[in-house]
């Protein structure tokens, strides 16, 4: 078997609050314990150390502090950097572009652009590189759809003289998490996620997704702002990037941890236990820095995706960001039904209640004091969202362009009979 060398350490570098540069905050080096495990070390750089205005990278596990962090968890990558690293998709375009596929954690991150979600950057000199100012415009989109499409399918990229341009259009925004096909479009306001469509999507993802942020913005969460355009004769969703902020020194950085990092939980299968809402309310409110705001805010998103069966809201899918010095539960992204068989009992990604991932109105209330309710005024949170997403659901999707036939498909992923079936003394 080739045995490929991958680069085993890193320099981190930060845009800092109200900056548009980057400065280097620290190295990360990645090894292998006894065991055989991955295991990761991060340092703070000492002039990052004595800078008044330096800010930690993950407030809880990495703070500002002259000692060597390591961890073992998610593949010895701390929660804060595997958040600014590419997920199924963005790995998948790197693989395809380098035609290999066994690359290291560390590649992951110095093969992505520079346009990762948060303020972090990643690169082998201690010094950090110049900010980029390139970014795929909305007019390059068909041509970035036609390249998903090639990834997707795995056939041959271009090659010739038009390889290259197609290698820079498609690596951007790979460095963006997710599995859907996405790549990052900037226009007079800012930079927005693009959500291409994929040839296995079973509705018009693209109007059901805008829909679902509509109907959420109407059920009182904060959302992202997004807008569907059309490429060709197809659909993509663009979601405005709560992480940057365009100024005429160029873009300012917000810091972001998923709650996977919050939770200080991996993706495999045991790491689940901690995948709870509950568990993630009680970290949202030591972090944030407005926990009276950002606690029932969660219990909202928690009752709106119950009510949309909204299955995939893994905690990948939940974020805190901040724009400052000061952390928040970010906008919510990446709302999407789905339409399991069973009409009796649907599951979220993440413990709810008493009755672990039930999506059911009692279970959403066992614990609504840790979201910092009161009973009553999380019972009427539950009521009034149940209504409003049962009598508003369809009108929004219609008027977001959903057609008939998606709404058909759609329909049973809204209010489903289990949310109020009698809870059975065991489950
Ligand atoms: N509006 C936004 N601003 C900044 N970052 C965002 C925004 N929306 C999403 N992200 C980041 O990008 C990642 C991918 O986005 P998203 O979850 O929408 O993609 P996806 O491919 O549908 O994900 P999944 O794999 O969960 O289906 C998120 O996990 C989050 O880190
Ligand atoms: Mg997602």
């Known amino acids: 078997m080739i045995s490929r060398t991958t680069a085993s350490e890193c320099y981190v570098y930060i845009t800092l609050p109200g900056e548009t540069e980057f400065v280097t905050v620290g190295k990360f080096e990645l090894t292998t314990n006894r065991q055989g495990n991955p295991a990761g070390k991060f340092v703070y ?19 500002l502090s002259t000692k060597t962090y390591e961890t073992n968890i998610l593949k010895g ?34 093969y992505s652009p520079d346009d990762r979600a948060g303020a972090l950057g990643f690169g082998l000199n201690q010094e950090p590189p110049a900010p ?8 390059e989109l068909e041509r970035l759809q036609e390249l998903a499409d090639l990834i ?10 038009e390889a290259e341009q197609a290698q820079k259009l498609m690596v951007g925004g790979t460095s963006m998490g997710g599995a859907r096909p996405k790549a990052i479009i900037e226009d007079e306001s800012g930079l927005w996620i693009a959500k291409l469509r ?22 009182g969460l904060q959302v992202a702002e997004s807008k569907v355009v059309t490429i060709g004769e197809r659909d993509a969703v663009l979601v405005k990037r709560f992480d940057r902020e365009k100024t005429t020194a160029g873009y300012r950085r917000g810091r972001m941890l998923s709650a996977l990092t919050l939770l200080r939980s991996d993706e495999n299968y045991q790491a689940r236990e901690k995948w709870s809402y509950v568990l993630l309310v009680e970290e949202l409110r030591r972090i944030s820095s407005q926990p009276r705001t ?54 979220l990604a993440l413990d709810c209640g008493d009755w672990g991932r039930y999506a059911h109105a009692e279970n959403l209330l066992s614990q609504s004091a840790r979201f910092l309710l009161e009973q009553d005024e999380a019972k009427i949170i539950i009521d009034e969202m149940e ?41």
């Open 45 to 63: 750089g000492r002039s990052y150390l004595a800078r008044d205005n330096a800010v930690p990278i993950d407030p809880i596990e990495l703070k």
């Open 77 to 110: 990558v701390f929660g804060a950097l595997r958040d600014a690293s590419p997920d199924y998709w963005g790995r998948r375009v790197i693989e395809k572009y380098k035609g290999q596929t066994q690359l290291g954690e560390i590649d992951y991150l110095l």
């Open 132 to 139: 980029s100012r390139k970014f795929n415009q909305t007019m």
């Open 152 to 161: 997707i399918t795995d056939e041959d990229l271009p090659e010739g003289p």
């Open 198 to 219: 994929h040839p296995e999507d079973k509705w018009n993802d693209a109007r059901v997704e805008h829909a679902m942020l509509m109907l959420a913005r109407e059920c």
């Open 294 to 347: 950002d606690a029932p805010e969660l219990f909202r998103r928690m009752c709106f995706n119950a009510l949309i069966s909204n299955t995939d809201d893994h905690p990948r899918n939940h974020a805190v960001v901040a724009m400052n010095t000061d952390w928040k539960l970010s906008p919510a992204y990446d709302l999407t039904p789905s339409t399991p068989v069973s009409a009796e009992r649907r599951d």
């Open 387 to 427: 209504q409003s997403v049962r009598s508003k659901w369809y009108d929004i999707a219609r008027r977001e362009g959903v057609t008939e036939k998606d709404c058909e498909k759609i329909a049973s992923a809204f209010a489903y009979p289990g949310f109020r079936l009698e809870i059975p003394a065991r489950l």
